[in-house]
């Protein structure tokens, strides 16, 4: 069943989906959609990496992206910059370094292309193992930080104040968010996994009143743009990361109208 | 004071310092089970961040403070709820701890607003959320309520309710309660213990120690103190714009 590369690229995108879904509610809601920019760019450097060293590629982006993450907390404690200047630092500093390391490794065909904007036909049944294990380990393991995670999203100290102990919910959701682009990079490439993240959540926002519907509606929205994408890459050739970004793009458009018809109704 | 295993929250001179500029500093103070303990005090005296500190969200204080409770109620003075969150009252009811519909319910009943139950937080006036605040502290029955000026924002008539309700729960729970609260009328007749702040604290006592003091009366003015005995005493300090505190 997984011998055809279409079908392998249906069931590793929708994988994802599943994913991106509810943390890019969690992105949206905490204002990280540069953060996680951030964390993508640098992932890179983790590819370059593991060709190098010949490392487990998801372990080696998993690793860097959440090191990067590391080193920023470091800096915004120890440092003076405002936090959007030093997320520009590292994006844009992890990215040129992972280049340049590309420069040296002379002796590998590396499909620049591919890392940036995701290639379906590199997905291998193993792949398919990693987005769905990985994946289904980290809805996991924000299902245990919810409590602690959305109430301090709502106002840290509440969650603090009654025990939630909300900063140790955001580092592992800082962890999690790391793995998502580490098991993503290959489907939707480095440059738009935020956008899998951030436009679909953006989409379920317009149309929903509670948190549960939005992270419903952001994983409708994520499985929806998949499964478009993918038919209309295949069906007009065009570029598998980019068409179910804009796939996404579409559905958000669509959310708009219904914003309009509420705004009337209440009018 | 009685027996220990009463005192939900204990500082032991506490203060906190940010860039530089104490807070408040040398707070010392306890509440226990169904007492209600009132921190009163000009703006900028220190009230919000002595709860801060009591609450253990204010990590890096000066002095001692244990808690001896997790079941925990808080009312913040402060809270802005972000538009890009789609919150319904309900949804933000069980924020902390998972609540069956009878109990929301009963806590949104006793501070009038069940009506609001299924509303956009993002809808809600001023009052109307303080009232949604302090319904969420109480239907946990928490074992410490802390609340930083629970009735900021309510209509009169209002105000008067929360409060006697506010009594009521400290009765019922038998759960300690630290306040915030800048109506005068209430801390005298409904509290057990008075910590006047500034800065540090000024004085401290039952209600009608304290309103006897009279750095209370330099605080609060003349006709805050009418019930006041005639009593004098010399300020042994004065306090700078900057916060510092100088002898005399």
């Known amino acids: ?34 953060f996680g920019d951030t964390l993508a760019h640098s992932a890179l450097l983790g590819v370059t990496i593991a060709y190098s060293l010949e490392f487990n590629i998801a372990l080696s982006v998993f690793i860097i992206s959440s090191l990067i993450a590391l080193i920023l907390v470091q800096l915004q404690n120890r440092t003076n ?27 590998i065909r590396f499909d620049v292309m591919g890392l940036l904007f995701g290639d379906i036909l590199a997905v291998t049944v193993d792949d ?140 | ?55 253990g969200i204010l990590k890096k204080i000066d002095g001692h403070v244990e808690k001896y409770t997790n079941k925990i109620g808080y009312v913040p003075q402060k809270i802005s709820v972000d538009w890009t969150l789609p919150l319904r009252v309900y949804d933000f009811m069980i924020l902390t701890e998972n609540l069956d519909e009878k109990t929301i319910d009963e806590a949104l009943s006793l501070t009038g607003v069940i009506h609001l139950k299924d509303k956009s937080l993002g809808n809600l006036s001023g009052g109307e959320f303080q009232r949604v605040l302090l319904a969420r502290a109480i239907s946990k029955k928490p074992e410490l309520l802390v609340l930083d000026e629970p009735v900021q924002g309510v209509d009169f008539t209002g105000e008067i309710a929360l409060y006697e309700l506010i009594k009521k729960i400290s009765d019922e729970l038998n759960c300690g309660i630290l306040l915030i609260s800048h109506d005068l009328h209430t ?47 010399k300020h042994d300090h004065i306090h700078t714009i900057e916060g510092e505190i100088k002898k005399n």
Request: charge should be positive; hydrophobic fraction near 50%.
């Open chain 2, 1 to 55: 004071m009685s027996s220990n295993n009463n005192v939900l929250v204990k500082m032991n001179k506490a203060g906190y310092r940010h860039n530089d500029k104490w807070l408040v500093q040398g707070v010392s103070l306890s509440v226990e089970r169904g007492k209600i303990v009132t921190l009163i005090g000009p703006n900028g005296s220190g009230k919000s961040t002595t709860a801060k500190i009591a609450l």
């Open chain 2, 187 to 233: 801390v005298m007749s409904a509290t057990d213990h008075v910590v006047c702040l500034n800065g540090h604290v000024c004085c401290s006592g039952t209600p009608i120690d304290v309103a006897k003091n009279t750095e209370y009366k330099a605080l609060f003015g003349e006709q805050a103190s009418q019930i006041l005995t005639r009593y004098e005493h």
């Open chain 1, 81 to 107: 910059l405002p936090g959007d200047a030093l997320l520009g630092l590292l994006a844009h500093s992890s990215l040129a370094v992972g280049l340049v390391v590309i420069g040296f490794l002379t002796f």
């Open chain 1, 1 to 34: 069943m997984f011998d055809d590369f279409f079908i392998r690229a249906l069931v590793a995108g929708l994988g994802v989906a599943f994913v991106t879904g509810p943390l890019g509610c969690f992105v949206v809601w905490r204002r990280l959609s540069y």
């Open chain 1, 128 to 267: 398919l193992y990693i987005i769905w294990i990985g994946g289904a380990l980290i809805l996991l393991i924000l299902r245990l930080i919810w409590k602690g995670l959305f109430a301090s999203t709502v106002n840290y100290e509440l969650a603090e104040a009654e025990g939630l102990n909300p900063d140790r919910a955001k580092a592992i959701f800082t962890i999690l968010m790391a793995a998502i682009i580490a098991i993503s990079i290959k489907m939707v490439g480095l440059l738009l996994i935020t956008g899998m993240l951030i436009i679909p959540a953006a989409m379920a926002r317009n149309i929903s009143d509670s948190p549960q519907k939005m992270i419903i509606y952001s994983i409708i929205g994520g499985l929806l743009s998949v499964i478009i994408g993918l038919f209309s890459s295949l069906e007009f050739n065009t570029p598998s990361g980019p068409s179910i970004i804009a796939a996404a793009l579409f559905l958000f458009v669509i959310s708009l109208f219904k914003i309009k018809q509420t705004i009337k109704l209440k009018n």
